[in-house]
């Protein structure tokens, strides 16, 4: 059982390695690239652009049971 898990972490390892290396390799060409501001000001509307949906979605959430009650008895009240 304690090899198994040894292979596993160092599988592991050697494939975070290597998508690190993959990744800092896409960085390093993309910061030599002439119009890299541009992309960079794309990628940014595109991200705000995703993350609006997504707070709205997850955010903007319903008033509590209890505070919808609340104010019905309010409302009651000052109606009589």
């Known amino acids: 059982m304690d090899g198994q898990a040894v292979l596993l972490i160092a599988g592991l390892t050697d494939l975070a390695v290597s998508t690190l290396g993959s990744a800092l390799g896409t960085v390093r060409g993309?910061?030599?690239?002439?119009?890299?501001?541009?992309?960079?000001?794309?990628?940014?509307?595109?991200?705000?652009?995703?993350?609006?949906?997504v707070l709205d979605r997850y955010v903007a959430l319903p008033p509590a049971h209890l505070e919808i009650l609340a104010r019905?008895?309010?409302?009651?009240?000052?109606g009589r």
């Open 30 to 53: 993309l910061l030599r690239r002439s119009d890299a501001a541009e992309l960079a000001a794309e990628a940014e509307r595109d991200l705000t652009a995703r993350g609006r949906p």
């Open 72 to 78: 019905r008895a309010l409302d009651r009240q000052a």
